[in-house]
């Protein structure tokens, strides 16, 4: 079997006296896309922050690419090339769409300007913004300097998977990212995730929908309890499968439920 | 494709109906032209233009008011370069509240910061550690001034980061231990104006300047320019100010975006400390002496300063610009109250604190109009 490009092992995170995770395990391979599924409160949005440098675990190793890395925050990760869609989408309202996407990491002008006065290149920034948009097909939005803030939900959501399919570069995580969406949003938004891949970059889709999680996914995680149950593949499984697994109404075979 | 004879067989075939989209761009109905929404919409887009007319109007009114009350004529440019002369400290420390308020923050500690900064600097400039190079002392006085400003600020930036205290704790707390170490150090003495002008008179350089007609221009008022250029840039043109207003507005955002928000917050702080101790030397030239209970309200009058210039106490959102303009406008208030319309003293702050309440209400109306 080829080498995980994401391998995490005996995860544990505590909230005071709240276990978020308990020894979770975690693997994702080359070009693949993994969905993530499991009932509210089953730890989901903690792992992925785990992964994703928003929250240190208290125990477990995460290697990436073999190599074990400890990310002391979101921008470690980012400097690794894992990029996040949060649930909470994690843009800031009174700034432009261009200043959102290029936030903590602008462009800035060449020469003097940029290196003396740290000059950030406006005119690039917003055309490159301009750009990505336009391949997500947002196109209800009517100018790249308007502030997030008065967008609506769903093209808020649509910014955020445009920024983060525009800069991942080894590992792309959505955490509901078609929460907020409409139909027609949706469907850019599950093209893209195969127009990622298609880039040879893996995915984390983490997601409450489950014809979407069955469409596009190669494997699906299931999390209960704190911990990861089993993997499915989506072909030999049914979603009152998996459904069953994440709530406990099944135990899915080789599993034991104290394991 | 589903219809009455063929239903919908699989889960996602009402997706089918995509193909039928409507594919041109949005297009939507222009506002009623009215002027009043073109004009709330011009403030809107351009906040500043509100302290800014404010300013207008209300220089003209009590321009009025002195013609009709037969107080002499307020428009003479004698009458503008004092407003101006006498605003110049409080906009130089509005620069620096408009920083932290930026972020969501507030300083209460800058007026002792920039009294403590302008004794070290005047007594440093005045009795010289190093008296072999007596042309070093002024210069040496202005930077260790300038330093312990920045220092004070790095001290309140790194107890507000890294205890994770509210800023508003943390500065009500320095402002005493501030006040205290100021009153031990100086043993509540003044510095003179007689020592200054004698041993060090570069201390003093922001208080000149050049005659412009009748108007008197000093050099504090084109560093508070220069100054407030500066902040402009950093704030809009710089990644550093995009990060100063993102945490603003949501600093879990801001982390999660991937900005090390402690390290901008310590840099915000540290800034304003250092702003604070610059303006020690602009408020040593502006006074031409240093008392250790000068400038005592400068710090309330520093934030009324940067709300009614349009920033929002909320963090987030604010400008520069509007800042010197609130500074200016609360400055003509208590002149124009005092020699167009010749009340007492007390009405001047009657008068800056109905601004203030004006202010935060009109931005509080602006802010609703826009959602």
């Known amino acids: ?259 | 494709m589903s219809s009455p004879e063929t239903p919908t067989k699989t889960i996602s075939d009402f997706e089918a109906k995509l193909a039928e989209a409507d594919k041109t761009v949005a297009q939507f109905q222009a506002d009623d032209r009215s002027t009043f929404n073109i004009l709330k919409g011009v403030l809107r887009r351009n906040p500043t233009l509100i302290p800014a007319a404010v300013l207008i109007i209300s220089y003209l009114a009590f321009g009025l008011a002195a013609f009709a009350m037969d107080h002499g004529n307020f428009f003479r440019g004698t009458v503008l370069s004092t407003i101006l002369q006498q605003m110049t400290v409080v906009g130089f420390i509005a620069l620096a509240q408009t920083l932290v308020i930026l972020t969501a923050g507030i300083e209460l500690s800058v007026g002792e910061i920039l009294i403590m900064s302008a004794l070290i600097m005047a007594n440093l400039g005045v009795n010289p550690e190093n008296p072999e190079v007596p042309g070093l002392a002024a210069p040496l006085a202005i930077a260790a001034g300038v330093g312990i400003g920045a220092l004070m600020g790095l001290f309140n930036g790194i107890l507000i980061t890294k205890i994770k205290l509210p800023p508003f704790i943390v500065t009500l707390g320095t402002l005493s231990i501030f006040r205290a170490l100021k009153l031990a150090y100086s043993h509540s003495e003044s510095v003179r104006n007689v020592d200054i002008e004698a041993k060090a008179p570069s201390l003093l350089f922001f208080g000149q300047g050049f005659k412009f007609g009748t108007f008197n221009v000093t050099y504090g008022m084109i560093g508070l320019v220069l100054l407030a250029a500066v902040v402009w840039f950093a704030l809009n043109r710089t990644a550093w100010g995009r990060h100063v207003h993102a945490i603003g507005d949501d600093p879990d955002a801001a982390m999660l975006s991937g900005i090390k928000v402690d390290r901008v917050l310590i840099t915000v702080y540290t800034a304003a400390g250092a702003i604070c101790g610059l303006t020690a030397w602009v408020a040593i030239g502006r006074v031409g002496s240093v008392s250790p209970i000068a400038f005592g309200d400068i710090n309330l009058a520093s934030i009324t300063a940067v709300v009614i210039g349009g920033t929002s106490l909320f963090g987030g959102r604010g400008s520069v610009v509007g800042a010197v303009l609130g500074a200016i406008i609360v400055q003509l208030f208590t002149t124009g109250l005092s020699v167009a319309v010749r009340v007492d003293d007390y009405w001047q702050t009657f008068a800056a604190g109905c601004l203030v309440i004006v202010a935060v209400a009109l931005d509080q109306y602006m802010r609703r109009a826009s959602k």
Not at chain 1, 42 to 52: D, Q
Not at chain 1, 89 to 111: Q, T, V, Y
Not at chain 1, 127 to 135: G, H, I, P, T, Y
Not at chain 1, 164 to 174: C, D, E, M, Q, R
């Open chain 1, 1 to 259: 079997m080829t080498q995980p490009i994401i391998k995490a092992r005996g995860l544990m995170k505590r909230y005071g006296t709240v276990v978020a995770m308990n020894g979770c395990d975690f693997d994702l391979y080359p070009g693949e896309i993994l969905g993530v599924i499991g009932d509210n409160g089953a730890g989901k949005s903690t792992l992925i922050k785990a992964l994703s440098g928003a929250v240190t675990p208290d125990h477990g190793t995460i290697e990436l690419e073999g190599k074990a890395v400890h990310f002391r925050g979101p921008e470690e990760a980012r400097g690794a090339g894992i990029e996040t869609v949060y649930q909470t989408l994690a843009m800031s309202p009174a700034l432009s769409i261009a200043d959102n996407m290029f936030l903590g990491r602008e462009w800035r002008k060449p020469g003097i300007l940029g290196s003396v006065f740290r000059m950030t290149d406006r005119a690039r920034m917003n055309a490159f913004a301009r750009e990505k948009l336009s391949e997500l097909g947002l196109m209800t939005i009517q100018n790249i300097n308007q502030a997030v803030e008065t967008l609506s939900g769903g093209q808020r959501q649509g910014v955020a998977v445009a920024r983060a399919a525009a800069f991942g570069s080894k590992v792309v995580i959505l955490d509901e990212p078609t929460a907020a969406l409409g139909v027609k949003e949706s469907r850019r938004v599950l093209e893209l995730i195969q127009d990622v891949r298609k880039r040879g970059i893996p995915i984390i889709l983490i997601s409450h929908n489950m014809p979407h999680v069955f469409e596009v996914c190669d494997r699906v995680h299931v999390h209960r309890l704190g911990r990861r149950l089993c993997v499915i593949d989506p072909k030999q499984h049914s979603m009152s499968d998996a459904v069953a697994y994440m709530t406990g109404a099944k135990v899915p075979d080789g599993v034991t439920e104290a394991a």
